[in-house]
């Protein structure tokens, strides 16, 4: 994450008043919220700058049609309200504090909760079940995660098993790729090229198996490309989680 | 706290911007994220017609715009417990959402018809998005009038292009003529000398 700021050469922290008025393209976007992740200098100020940019844009009142509010006031009740962030400080907080705890803390949850669920079966006396791609990679004795968290307070968690020779990941709280996008997942091979994996459900709560042999690939990368995924990445990560070989 | 009447713009004693007609926005979205519809009800009829004026503004067409206010108020209410009082004011928080579904939309507009951007339309947009004309007669706008005047007039236009037009830094740079990489600059040093001027945020 903190690379981004010197693989591109850029003062990154200039970034700030741009990204506050949503000027930056989505590839500037993802990679200033990652620097913004670990820098509470600039979140102040994005804040902050946030604070002017929403007083210049109530300048103009203009009253939407009624059939709005009622739209609106339909469309709730069939959103069920987000819980709120799981401590009771800022996320920003909680990452500077604990990022590393908290994701094993995540992954020892998901493992413990499988392995139950693993385990049962062999009490009876039926045939082994036939577990998912996703049960056996987070049951699988060598199963290790990397996880990343953004500061929309969304997070994304690789889980990798060489010995199942497959990789899932898992997210929170992802918003949407934008409108005619989608997120592409992609498979580093020990020569440093990228493998499609296969595209992301939309779902902000997600868990998917990605396509393709992960037994030697040194990371996994996501994309923001066309609808219908592309045969190789046409933009630069938006995330990478490299991984041990 | 809003020292003027009517539809005027909040603003509290300590210049942070606050609900409109002196609604205090952040309890009304702590009852939202806990499922309270009329506390979300009593938010839109004190917001709607700031969040629709600035959607409006930058997405231009009436129908579209209805669309993404609609869009803005089912995220504010999916999202109310996220709203973190340390990090800023409700309403700033709000017209964050606002403007970045707005921008979604003029931007996936823009990809889809591959439109160009002339000459033309860079100087409409610059006309229409004068703030100072477009800006309401309250007190909230002269203050808005008085601050923007103490920007240089490169920082005052990226600002404009970047937050009423949608345009990213670099397409401001083209509009305005700047070398790439410097419109970044003028939009942040814009922006913080409104923040010091109108004094909002820290």
Do not use: N
């Not at chain 2, 229409?128 to 002269?142: C, F, G, N």
């Amino acid at each position: 994450m903190s690379d981004h700021d010197q693989t591109h050469g850029w003062d990154v922290h200039a970034l700030s008043g741009a990204y506050a008025v949503d000027a930056l393209d989505d590839l500037e976007r993802v990679r200033f919220e990652a620097h913004l992740a670990q820098c509470a200098e600039c979140r102040d100020e994005v804040d902050s700058l946030r604070e002017a940019a929403a007083v210049l844009g109530t300048g103009d009142l203009v009253e939407p049609p009624a059939a709005v509010r009622d739209q609106v006031l339909a469309g709730i009740a069939r959103i069920r309200p987000l819980p709120p962030q799981p401590t009771g400080g800022t996320v920003a907080a909680l990452r500077r504090r604990t990022p590393l705890l908290l994701a094993v803390a995540a992954a020892v949850v998901l493992l413990l909760g499988v392995g139950v669920a693993w385990l049962q079966p062999w009490d009876g006396d039926d045939a082994p079940p036939q577990l998912t791609a996703a049960e056996r990679i987070l049951a699988a004795a060598d199963a290790s995660t990397v996880e990343k968290s953004f500061p929309d307070g969304s997070t994304a968690t690789i889980v990798i098993s060489r010995s199942e020779g497959r990789a899932l990941i898992r997210t929170t709280d992802m918003a949407s790729a934008p409108d005619g996008k989608a997120y592409e997942l992609w498979l580093q091979t020990p020569a440093g090229v990228m493998v499609p994996a296969g595209l992301m459900p939309d779902d902000p709560d997600t868990t998917y198996v990605l396509d393709g042999d992960a037994s030697e690939a040194t990371g996994v990368g996501i994309t923001v490309e066309p609808d219908g995924g592309s045969p190789q990445p046409t933009s630069d990560p938006i995330a990478l989680f490299p991984l041990d070989s | 706290m809003d020292p003027v009447p009517g539809d005027s713009a909040g603003v509290s004693h300590e210049g942070a911007p606050a609900g409109g007609h002196g609604t205090d926005l952040g309890p009304l979205l702590q009852r939202a994220a806990r499922g309270d519809t009329a506390a979300f009800a009593t938010l839109y009829d004190a917001t709607a017609a700031r969040v629709h004026g600035l959607v409006l503004r930058v997405v231009r067409d009436p129908a579209q715009a209805e669309e993404v206010t609609q869009e803005v108020f089912l995220e504010v209410w999916r999202q109310a417990s996220r709203y973190d009082a340390a990090r800023g004011s409700a309403l700033a928080w709000l017209m964050t959402i606002s403007h970045r579904k707005a921008v979604d939309r003029v931007r996936s507009a823009e990809a889809a018809t591959r439109r160009d951007v002339t000459y033309e339309q860079t100087h409409r947009s610059v006309e229409h998005d004068t703030t100072v004309e477009a800006a309401h007669a309250s007190l909230e706008a002269r203050r808005v009038r008085t601050a923007l005047g103490q920007l240089t007039d490169v920082q005052r236009e990226a600002i404009e292009l970047a937050y009423f037009g949608g345009y990213s830094h670099t397409e401001v740079a083209t509009l305005l003529d700047l070398p790439v990489g410097t419109a970044k600059t003028r939009i942040r040093d814009g922006l913080i000398r409104l923040r010091d001027t109108i004094g909002v945020g820290r």
